[in-house]
Nanobody, 124 residues
């Protein structure tokens, strides 16, 4: 089954850090742009961050700019989301998604493959 697999979620206090990982081996990873999205309770899923095939281009939601960093390791078929200075409003299920194209995209229909999600809970 072609599906990204997320890991690294958990419970953290406000101001703390977490690093999410996403492994994707269903296609040639180095040709796929990757993205992170999140869905908080009672809210729609929203864009968080995206990265192009080489890592040379990234995009972030305004709410996470300066706190979150997306990166990738094509040798390990893995994309990461480093989350610093976490806030209670960052609490959500975080989803990793893969495009079939190499360029950055911020809208959900641009992504063909989705993981099951990993829970991130930030306590105040």
């Amino acid at each position: 089954q072609v599906q990204p697999v997320e890991s690294g979620g958990g419970l953290v206090q406000a101001g703390g850090s977490l690093r999410l990982s996403c492994a994707f081996s269903g296609r040639t990873f180095s040709t796929c742009a990757m993205g992170w999205f999140r869905q908080a309770p009672g809210k729609e899923r929203e864009f968080v961050a995206a990265i192009n095939w080489s890592g040379s281009s990234t995009a972030y939601a305004d709410s996470v700019k300066g706190r979150f960093t997306i990166s990738r390791d094509n040798a390990k078929n893995t994309v990461y989301l480093q989350m610093n200075s976490l806030k209670p409003e960052d609490t959500a299920v975080y989803y990793c998604a893969a495009r079939t194209r190499p360029t950055v995209a911020t809208s959900q229909p641009e992504y063909a493959y989705w993981g099951q999600g990993t829970q991130v809970t930030v306590s105040s």
